[in-house]
């Protein structure tokens, strides 16, 4: 069992940068793949992006490509998102999920998933 808890949402105007983190329970931090993904009001949960077990392979959305950036810190198990230039369609729900040895884009490869963060830009 993985237990996941995102910190660092907030309001910022767009332009603006916040850096999500998401804390892991256990011991098997290292042998899971991490993902964020997203939910705005009124849409369904979208990738975001993830990144390898070892932090080595990265995958990001088009839409946030260039602007967000994804790491991880396995001695803290830690993954973080770090947002810059935001704008204010990346308003959402932010969660962030584990994939046991793997890392997709697809929500449904995902094993535990945090309770999620508020990301609101405003114009």
């Known amino acids: 069992q993985v237990q996941l808890v995102e910190s660092g949402g907030g309001l910022v105007q767009a332009g603006g940068s916040l850096r999500l983190s998401c804390a892991a329970s256990?011991?098997?931090?290292?042998?899971?793949?991490m993902g964020w993904f997203r939910q705005a009001p009124g849409k369904e949960r979208e990738f975001v992006s993830a990144?390898?077990?070892?932090?080595?392979?990265?995958y990001y959305a088009d839409s946030v490509k260039g602007r967000f950036t994804i790491s991880r810190e396995n001695a803290k198990n830690t993954v973080y998102l770090q947002m810059n230039s935001l704008k204010p369609e990346d308003t959402a729900v932010y969660y962030c999920?584990?994939?046991?040895?793997?890392?997709?884009?697809?929500?449904?490869?995902?094993?535990?998933w945090g309770q999620g963060t508020q990301v609101t830009v405003s114009s």
């Open positions: 999920a584990a994939e046991f040895l793997g890392t997709s884009s697809s929500q449904r490869e995902y094993d535990f």
């Open positions: 256990g011991r098997t931090f290292s042998r899971y793949g």
């Open positions: 990144i390898s077990e070892t932090g080595g392979t990265t």
